[in-house]
């Protein structure tokens, strides 16, 4: 059964929101996962006057790093298969020559 995120101590819990409220950075020419925008998270800890920031934003970091690798790993397996399959996609042709 996956985990929820109840299933997580409350520093968890809190640092999954704050992450989840960040903006994405995508590379625009290749379209890589470059991980989050940070500029926000000043405002979001004082709006939502996050105690133990520094733990937060820890826990922000190394969930962002698990992401950004995961991320990587998946679109190189999708560039392995579609690069399979434009090699095996097309016919090879064997001519019998007899001299």
């Given at each position: 059964?996956?985990?929820e995120?109840?299933?997580?101590p409350?520093?968890?819990?809190?640092?999954?929101?704050?992450?989840?409220l960040?903006?994405?950075?995508w590379?625009?020419?290749?379209?890589?996962?470059?991980?989050?925008?940070?500029?926000?998270?000043?405002?979001?800890?004082k709006?939502?006057?996050?105690?133990?920031?520094?733990?937060?934003?820890?826990?922000?970091?190394?969930?962002?790093?698990?992401?950004?690798?995961?991320?990587?790993?998946?679109?190189?397996q999708?560039?392995?298969?579609?690069?399979?399959k434009?090699?095996?996609?097309?016919?090879?042709?064997?001519?019998?020559?007899?001299?």
């Amino acid at each position: 059964m996956p985990l929820e995120t109840s299933d997580f101590p409350e520093e968890v819990q809190v640092a999954f929101f704050m992450f989840s409220l960040l903006p994405d950075h995508w590379e625009g020419m290749s379209g890589t996962y470059m991980g989050k925008y940070w500029d926000g998270i000043d405002y979001f800890m004082k709006l939502y006057e996050v105690e133990d920031v520094r733990t937060i934003v820890y826990l922000m970091k190394l969930y962002e790093g698990k992401l950004v690798s995961y991320r990587a790993e998946k679109a190189e397996q999708q560039r392995k298969a579609a690069e399979r399959k434009s090699k095996s996609g097309g016919k090879n042709y064997t001519h019998n020559i007899q001299g």
